[in-house]
């Protein structure tokens, strides 16, 4: 992997919470998901490597690019394409209006050329025929591609997506998964997200974060692994199981430390998360 992202120790708190403690990490081209716990850390690591927020401690590039002085900084903006967990949009603003908005703060001055970027981008998310209709008309899913569009004006090298599926169904978020697939190809993506599908469906690589601290990292197929032997099919809930429900099927689905002879079953990516997290972290899981 060429390292286009590399991060050594980062350290936040708010107050008396350490959001994130001593994280360091490498991304490469490709899309790398980030899984975490409500509270886990993921917003508040996305946004210092946004550098919409300083870290107290450690230092981190971006397409060789440091924060650390204003010139790198600003470089590193220039290469950046971001779309935070809540973006605001002015309702009254045409999808256009709003990404022609963000093309203007990333330094496009030129209106011919920066009126044919804005079409490039919601051409690339599809939303071409609707580009002249107010936001607050648009539905979720489209509000989130004119989201991913204003992200991607400029060809960022590096694009970070703070959940960009929440509340999508599941037809937007399969569109959504292409849109983020295709961004991905030789760029840097970095997206957090509560569903392991969207891991394992999208991601090269996974991190998975917990009280500020990186558990994992590696592919979907290494997390997946963690839980090979540990899956099994029992009549009733293993009480020796971390985690056991019911299924469809009527059997209960156990994941945990199975009994001799258990009749185990092929894991899953959530399957190797559930079990890289702590008791307490689980039950946080969303
Ligand atoms: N601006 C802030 N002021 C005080 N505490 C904060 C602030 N932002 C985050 N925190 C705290 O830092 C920790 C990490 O929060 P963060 O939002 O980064 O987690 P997250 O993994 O993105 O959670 P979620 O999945 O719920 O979005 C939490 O304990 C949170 O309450």
Redesign the pocket.
Known sequence: MTVTVSATGLTLR??G?R?LDDVSLTLGTGVTGLL????????????VLATAVPADRGSFTVLGHDPGSAAGRQELRRRLGYLP?NPGFHPDFSAFEFVDYVAILKEMTDRGARHREVRRVLEAVDLSDVRGRRMKRLSGGMRQRVALAAALVGDPGFLVL??PTVGLDPEQRVRFRELIAQAGEGRTVLL?T?QTEDVAMLCQRVVV?AG?RVRFEGTPAELTARAAGRVWSSAERDPGARAGWRTGTGMFRNVGDPPEGADLLEPTLEDGYLLTLGDGEREAV?
């Open positions: 708010y107050g919470t959001a975490g716990p409500n509270g886990a850390g993921k917003t508040t690591l996305l946004r967990q703070d959940e957090s509560h974060l500020g969303a």
